[in-house]
């Protein structure tokens, strides 16, 4: 249980060009998701934590406007890139939250985005 | 901000050594977790830990967290090419829903 499926697995857009990830829980209702985003050999940073019903929380340094986040649903999330241009070109990584035995995380299989 | 260093940054071992990667904080964390991932993938759940000093095992794998609960450790015995990976400690501090994820620790285990 708690799988979380994210899409697409890689896109590839022309600068200024707008792109959309999803990430949908498939068995479980997530109240809230995560998405980070991880460049080439290092770890995962945390962009913006994301709540049902409304606005997301985004981490210091993490520009809103750029990095749109809605969460209109239990089961999905989406991260939309705006006015790409080739930094933001990186790994996007999803990840929802659920109380099991213990508070845990599932993660999808993440998006690779390279903007050219 | 809670910030999680590991070490080492990189380790490269032949098949059959024994390693231990470290994962160190000054704040306390309710749980920490372990994850291990693999190129082009999301990060897979090896183990949680919640209790101060708890030691968990998963079959070569053995897992400690500090009894302030601010730092933890995975031993890795007698490893293998399947163990390469990014290994990645995240601590969930208090009631908070975020997770923050460590420096990680890249692991190349060779013939």
């Known amino acids: 249980g708690a799988v979380v499926s994210q899409h697409p697995s890689w896109v590839i857009c022309k600068s200024g060009t707008s792109v959309k990830i999803e990430c949908r829980s498939l068995?479980?209702?997530?109240?809230?998701m995560f998405w980070y985003r991880q460049f080439p050999k290092q770890s995962l940073m945390l962009m913006a934590t994301?709540?049902?019903?409304?606005?997301?929380?985004?981490e210091q340094g993490v520009e809103k406007d750029k990095f749109l986040i809605n969460h209109a649903s239990l089961t999905l999330s989406t991260l939309t890139v705006t006015s790409a241009h080739p930094e933001d070109s990186s790994f996007y990584i999803c990840?929802?939250?659920?109380?099991?035995?213990?508070?845990?995380?599932?993660f999808g299989s993440g998006t690779r985005l390279t903007v050219v | 901000t809670q910030l999680l260093e590991q070490s080492p940054q990189f380790l490269s071992i032949q098949e059959g050594e024994n390693l231990t990667v470290y994962c160190n904080s000054s704040?306390?964390?309710?749980?920490l977790q372990w994850y291990r991932q693999e190129p082009g993938e999301g990060p897979v759940l090896l183990v949680t830990?919640?209790?101060?000093?708890e030691v968990k095992k998963l079959k070569r794998l053995t897992f400690q967290f500090g009894d302030a609960r601010k730092d933890s450790s995975l031993h890795i015995t007698a490893a293998q090419t399947g163990d390469t990976g990014l290994y990645l400690c995240?601590?969930?501090?208090?009631?908070?829903?975020?997770?923050?994820f460590g420096t990680g620790t890249r692991l190349q285990v060779t013939l």
């Open positions: 990840s929802a939250s659920f109380q099991g035995r213990f508070y845990g995380y599932t």
């Open positions: 068995d479980f209702q997530a109240t809230t």
């Open positions: 994301s709540n049902e019903g409304s606005k997301a929380t985004y």
């Open positions: 995240a601590g969930r501090a208090g009631t908070a829903s975020k997770l923050t």
């Open positions: 704040s306390v964390f309710s749980s």
């Open positions: 830990v919640v209790t101060g000093g």
